[in-house]
């Protein structure tokens, strides 16, 4: 499986960006997708995920403000991000499992990520 992350840029703060994940390989529709983001030096933090029967979840401090989506194209993962502060700025990455986690908020449960797209708000 391999994920292609994009969408990423230079935007002020107030602004939106769509970020994007393209799957490749063995996937399905019963993978649990997710979005996490890194800041220089700090942890890897979760964003937003989304289940095989939609349902999703967010972290708090973008709840009202992202919203994570299956994309048109089916292989497709979308995370529209609407408002952007500075403090949003961070390397995004999305992610993939074959199912769904109870501790669907940590990084490492997951066995798939992309590369990585930054995304860099100014004030």
């Known amino acids: 499986v391999q994920l292609q992350a994009s969408g990423g840029g230079l935007v002020q703060a107030g602004a939106s960006l769509t970020l994007s994940c393209t799957t490749s390989?063995?996937?399905?529709?019963?993978?649990?997708m997710a979005w996490f983001r890194q800041a220089p030096g700090k942890e890897r933090e979760f964003v937003a995920a989304r289940r095989e029967n939609n349902i999703k979840y967010y972290a708090d401090s973008v709840k009202g403000r992202f919203t994570i989506s299956r994309a048109s194209a089916k292989n497709t993962l979308a995370l529209q991000m609407n408002n952007l502060k500075p403090e949003d700025t961070a390397v995004y990455y999305c992610a993939a499992r074959p199912n769904w986690h109870v501790n669907y908020d940590r990084a490492l449960v997951y066995d798939y990520w992309g590369q990585g797209t930054q995304v860099t708000v100014s004030s």
């Open positions: 390989g063995r996937t399905s529709s019963s993978y649990a």
